[in-house]
């Protein structure tokens, strides 16, 4: 079946970049998506990328996709304490809804002034 | 800012009680679902809807319930609780549209803890 692994915990200082990695097993998934849960929030969509592009950058953000290797990392430029979140990794293998989105445990990410 | 809300954000309620877990979205989206996450764990779908009337069972098995009478509501309930109920549990809701399932949007989440 589906499995999206992503470390637990990431500490960086205010101003570094932040990378957090994400690999999963299923070579057909379609989407990939980087989720972001802020203390006593909801998930909020960071970004996502087709599995046909290799990189995606959004101001601080630059996703990139290793096919071969089925690995997703997701790097912010210039972290700020605002970056202090969970971040989600996860993949569909199809389009047809969430149901078949598959969520990682989430990536800690702490950022110390 | 997503329109999806969910209550109540934290519930501790004794073994055996009924307990229904609201979510309620503003932004007409058909589909909504129940997800369910334990502390460490990753995110599992319990339950999912297509619309008004529709609910379908997700990847993991679960003793809650779920009806879909309005578009905008989707509550899930427990007719029992017990300890192994305790979770954390989030609804979320998307619409269908030409790419598919870009974006979902999703509530605060609910904290059970079954005592």
């Known amino acids: 079946g589906e499995d999206v692994e992503q470390s637990l915990f990431l500490s960086v200082r205010e101003g570094d970049s932040s990378v957090i990695n994400c690999t999963y097993t299923?070579?057909?998934?379609?989407?990939l998506y980087w989720y972001k849960q802020e203390p006593g929030a909801g998930l909020q969509l960071l970004t996502y990328?087709?599995?046909?592009?290799d990189m995606k950058q959004d101001q601080r953000l630059t996703v990139l996709l290793n096919k071969k290797d089925k690995h997703l990392s997701l790097r912010i430029a210039d972290t700020q304490t605002g970056d202090s979140a969970i971040y989600f990794c996860?993949?569909?293998?199809?389009?047809?809804?969430?149901?078949?989105?598959?969520f990682g445990i989430g990536t800690k990410l702490q950022v110390i002034p | 800012e997503a329109d999806i809300y969910q209550t109540p954000r934290y519930l501790v309620i004794g073994t055996g009680k009924k307990i229904t877990l609201e979510c309620s979205q503003t932004?007409?989206?058909?589909?909504m679902y129940w997800y369910q996450q334990d502390p460490g764990m990753e995110l599992h779908l319990i339950h999912y809807?297509?619309?008004?009337?529709?609910?379908e069972k997700g990847d993991l098995s679960s003793e809650s319930t779920v009806s879909r009478i309005r578009t905008e509501h989707f509550p899930l309930t427990l007719e029992s609780a017990r300890p192994s109920h305790t979770s954390q549990y989030l609804c979320?809701?998307?619409?269908?549209?030409?790419?598919?399932?870009?974006?979902?949007?999703f509530g605060q989440g609910t904290r059970l803890t079954v005592v």
């Open positions: 979320a809701s998307s619409e269908v549209d030409r790419e598919s399932n870009t974006e979902a949007f």
């Open positions: 299923d070579s057909s998934s379609t989407y």
């Open positions: 990328i087709f599995s046909n592009m």
């Open positions: 996860a993949e569909s293998l199809s389009p047809g809804g969430y149901q078949k989105v598959t």
């Open positions: 932004m007409g989206h058909d589909k």
């Open positions: 809807s297509y619309g008004v009337n529709s609910t």
